[in-house]
């Protein structure tokens, strides 16, 4: 990793430490698919310097045999986790180790996504069933990694739902995988019958079962997902769990993180405003674009910045219908930001 990247690291470190050491996860964006890239990172990061960031998920087989190198990332983006899908011991753990070489600063394996595609490679939320497999790809990882190595799950699958059964999966991927850090999303997952999409809205939210789970393993480090919209939820959830785990509302309302430094890491710098956010990313743009990156690529993930906002319509059409264009760039931005009224202090 760059000295640069390690230097910010340690400072985050020690303010953290003077702050009163808060777990990694007090704060977290979900990794998902298709939005969580490199751009979108960067542009959260721009919201808070303290949110744990995730990758989408990546499977093994991409990493190990793809051409692509899919774990790139910009040395802002810490805490950066690398989120894996795969159910293969060996492989997995060549992917973790190679993912500290690349200075990634924790390991996540996906036990939790319910998708056709990602259950015919037998790995995601099918997995549930499976907890000694779990156990035993958690523990190759741990083997040959030093930074953290997490798992993110479901309350359960199909029938398999009860609260013995969680328990149990829970129990044996933490004692005879050495997991200790885990991330519930707080909904079981129907592997048949529902789409992904319909699977994070028909399974009815169970808050107080990830309640109880970390009443039952205090030891361990748990995180909760689903439906959380606000900040507000997000400090009534942590007076139960660690940490929170936010996934469409923080992409599609970012602004939503604005705060969150001052609110929850006891940050005294001043909250961004929504113009500073962009304008903080136009060098980030013009680096890209230098590059051969298209405008939207970005921009994409920057429509929901003045959500709820007067004017923010016409932010999302003209850069939906601009930054698409050959040789567009921050142009499109700051002619978007003239669509918000000008009087608005935002």
Avoid at 39 to 61: A, D, I, K
Avoid at 70 to 99: D, F, R, T, W
Avoid at 321 to 328: F, I, L, M, R, V
Wanted: charged letters at 25%.
């Amino acid at each position: 990793m760059p000295n640069s990247a390690v230097a910010n690291r340690d400072d985050l470190q020690t303010e953290q430490t003077a702050k009163g050491d808060y777990p990694s996860c007090r704060f977290s964006v979900a990794p998902m698919l298709d939005w969580t890239d490199r751009h979108c990172r960067y542009f959260h990061r721009q919201l808070s310097e303290h949110v744990q960031l995730y990758t989408e998920m990546v499977t093994t087989g991409a990493i190990i045999h793809g051409k692509a190198d899919y774990l790139a990332y910009n040395e802002e983006e810490h805490p950066l986790v690398l989120q894996l899908g795969g159910s293969n011991p060996a492989e997995l753990a060549q992917c973790a180790k190679l993912a500290q070489e690349r200075g990634y600063d924790e390991v996540n394996l996906n036990v939790g996504c319910p998708s056709d595609r990602v259950q015919n490679g037998r790995f995601g939320a099918c997995l549930m069933g499976e907890a000694e497999l779990v156990a035993q790809c958690v523990a190759a990882m741990r083997e040959v990694v030093d930074i953290p190595v997490s798992v993110k799950t479901r309350i359960g699958i199909d029938e398999q739902d009860s609260y013995q059964f969680l328990t149990d999966f829970i129990g044996t991927v933490s004692e005879k995988g050495g997991c200790s850090d885990f991330t519930i999303h707080a909904r079981k997952a129907w592997l048949q019958g529902l789409s992904p999409k319909e699977n994070r809205e028909i399974p009815p939210l169970d808050y107080p079962r990830v309640y109880q789970l970390k009443k039952d393993f205090a030891h361990l480090t748990m995180a909760i997902n689903g439906g959380v919209k606000t900040m507000e939820e997000v400090e009534a959830h942590l007076e139960h769990l660690d940490g929170v785990m936010v996934g469409r509302e923080a992409y599609q309302n970012p602004y939503m993180m604005a705060d969150l430094d001052q609110r929850l890491f006891g940050s005294n710098k001043p909250v961004k405003k929504r113009r500073e956010v962009v304008e903080a990313m136009f060098p980030y743009i013009e680096r890209e674009l230098a590059k051969g990156t298209y405008l939207n690529h970005i921009s994409r993930h920057m429509l929901g910045l003045f959500q709820n906002m007067p004017g923010a319509r016409q932010w999302r059409r003209h850069i939906s219908e601009n930054a698409h264009k050959p040789g567009s760039g921050i142009e499109v931005l700051e002619q978007a930001m003239a669509k918000i009224p000008a009087h608005l202090d935002v």
